[in-house]
């Protein structure tokens, strides 16, 4: 949800280009950019990917001082005007931000009484229009004014130094030998800055090459501790593929050797013991879209191996639904990102009610890494593309390792057999099922027990790189309500990896198939000549051991919606209206 990034040093606009490509996961709505040499603003902005800015920038190698943005839309039009940075009145200092300023209408309504203009329909204007002059006094004036989230990097003409803020929404400072960087994420620093700060809620402070203060919420001056930078987890080419999401399918099996290798590193042997002192009577698993889904594969293992009450609930409603919270309750946040603002939310509640909180990321500097009392890492690497897809598959591995361990199975093993298993399906078959796929406008996913979590998974990835309306239902719902809508303008694919279920899951199939529905199976069953005669295609799958089928059968209707985006000429990795790291609620 927008990227910002501010940078000290020489060859301004390259660096700050670099990160903003960096950061173009958190929004592709427009691009901008000011560069402040010998006290004047050189200023550049587009709408849409942030290549397009690129065109209009005048690079110059010379020291200088910059700030740029890369906007996902909140407030205000995808237009030039709405493009950070925004603008003091007087011209002389510019800012970006990365939140919402929750008062800012408030705000807005008593400056404008001052005759201030606004040129944007943006919420983050009224902070630089709170300002005629930056300091610290200045600063810390404007941030008790704005209520909300935000990360901040401000740059005034009279300063050779950047200030910067935090609240709800990240912030990293890093300072090296001839450059300094502020940025919402760490990776911007990769191959400049080695180490880096990570901001807490209410700190901010100014930097410049030859000195870096910062203040905590009660404007103290404090001393922050470094860490280092893992570049290992950075992920920055294509190697060869024609986009980052059919890359990070394919990665499955790495995320999957990743996390074997780190099952058997002490680090996290120890974590599981800890883990398993715990006590608790009650386990919730918390995270948003994809994440959410694993969280409910989390729950089916949960439900099948521990007597335990186990709740699965959307991080945007888990606040709403009270649930029974104390210090009796495990609470576990799966999170590819670690900065979902609702799951982020979640957790702080969980916390104030004494709660246990564990953290499955595929981030480790990240704030629901940080905040959590036991963070699990999905070691996956860096996904670049929007649609979650190795991380979804290195999720539901590491609930399902940390689940055997709790019921004192070490399935390490049983792992490395399934990493040799692992079938990511026939490209041609694939890509003729989506050939048929992307004629329907209206696709329906169906399955029983964990199968209908793969359904919703898959309908999720499906809809949201094609755009094609689609919906995921349990079989055996379809005849309460949304068979009406099945006539022969519907597709309907079937996933039955469950033998014991797969019978009943066929019938319900018929259903569709008698009033006019096509249908497509996904499976690893054996199935028969007069069984597949009721199919368009059957699509079969390698067999692998039953506790993976969730894992082993995405894979190939991940790739089935990534070829179907492509053949609608859609980019799958940066579909319309979409970022991937979601910071606000
Ligand atoms: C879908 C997708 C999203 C994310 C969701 C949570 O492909 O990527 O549904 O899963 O926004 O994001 P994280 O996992 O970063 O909390």
């Known amino acids: 949800m927008c990227g910002i990034i501010g940078y000290i040093g020489k060859n301004v606009e390259e660096n700050l280009f670099e990160g903003l490509k960096r950061l173009e996961y958190r929004g592709y709505d427009s691009a901008g950019m000011t560069v402040m040499r010998n006290g004047n603003f050189d200023t550049y902005k587009s709408v849409g990917e942030v290549d397009n800015l690129k065109a209009k920038l005048k690079f110059n190698e ?119 960087m502020v940025a919402s994420d760490p990776s911007c620093f990769a191959g400049k800055i080695d180490r880096y700060y990570q901001l807490k809620d209410g700190e901010y402070g100014k930097i410049s090459l030859k000195s870096l203060v910062f203040y905590d919420k009660n404007d103290e001056i404090i001393e922050k501790t470094q ?66 889904h694993a969280g409910l594969i989390g729950q089916s293992y949960i ?67 940080k905040k959590a009392d036991i963070n699990f890492p999905t070691c996956a690497g860096q996904e670049k593309a929007v649609a979650s897809t190795k991380a979804y598959f290195a999720q539901c591995v590491m609930l399902y390792l940390i689940i055997s361990y709790l019921k004192g199975k070490n399935n390490v093993e049983k792992l490395k057999l399934f990493k040799n298993q692992i079938d990511f399906g026939d490209d041609k078959a694939l890509k003729n099922l989506a050939e048929i796929v992307s004629k329907y406008d209206k696709i329906f996913f169906i399955g029983r027990g964990i199968d209908y979590i793969t359904a919703e998974e898959a309908s999720l990835k499906l809809k949201e790189i094609t755009y094609i309306f689609s919906s995921a239902l349990p079989s055996g719902e379809l005849k309460h309500g949304t068979l009406a809508l099945v006539d022969e303008s519907v597709l309907v694919i079937v996933i039955a990896t469950d033998e014991k279920l797969f019978n009943k899951t066929l019938n319900n199939a ?76």
């Open 62 to 180: 010379e020291f200088g001082y910059g700030i740029a943005h890369t906007r996902w839309a909140t407030h205000g039009k995808i237009t030039i005007e709405n493009c950070h940075p925004h603008f003091s009145s007087n011209g002389n200092i510019a800012i970006v931000h990365n939140g919402i300023i929750d008062n800012f209408e408030d705000l807005k309504i008593q400056l404008q009484a001052k005759d201030k203009c606004f040129v944007s329909q943006t919420d983050s204007e009224v902070v630089a229009k709170l300002l005629d002059k930056l300091n610290v006094n200045n600063l810390r004036r404007v941030l008790k004014q704005i209520k909300g989230s935000y990360a901040l990097v401000l740059l005034s003409k009279e300063k050779d130094c950047l200030y910067f803020a935090k609240n709800k929404s990240p912030l990293y400072v890093g300072k090296g030998d001839d450059c300094v």
């Open 227 to 292: 860490e280092s930078l893992d570049f290992n987890f950075i992920s920055e080419d294509k190697s060869g593929y024609d986009h980052f999401m059919i890359k990070e399918i394919y990665q499955s099996r790495i995320a999957l050797e990743n996390i074997i290798a780190k099952f058997q590193t002490p680090e996290l042997e120890s974590k599981l013991k800890e883990l398993k002192k715990l006590m608790f009577d009650r386990i919730y698993l918390v995270g948003c879209g994809t994440a959410y």
């Open 303 to 369: 439900r099948a191996e521990c007597n335990i009450d186990t709740f699965c609930e959307v991080a945007s409603e888990f606040k709403e639904k009270n649930f029974v919270i104390d210090e009796n309750s495990l609470c576990i946040f799966i999170s590819q990102s670690g900065e979902t603002a609702d799951t982020l939310s979640a957790l702080e509640y969980c916390k104030q009610k004494n709660a246990h909180i564990i953290a499955i990321t595929n981030t480790e500097y990240s704030t629901i890494a």
């Open 510 to 585: 018929y259903e569709i198939k008698s009033r006019g529905g096509k249908l497509v199976l996904f499976t690893q069953l054996n199935v028969d000549r007069e069984v597949a005669k009721n199919f368009e295609m059957v699509f079969k799958v390698g067999l692998t051991q039953q506790d993976f089928y969730p894992m082993q059968i995405i894979l190939p209707l991940q790739k089935l919606a990534y070829f179907t985006a492509v053949k609608k000429g859609i980019n799958p990795d940066k579909p319309r209206n979409l970022a991937k790291s979601v910071t606000v609620e």
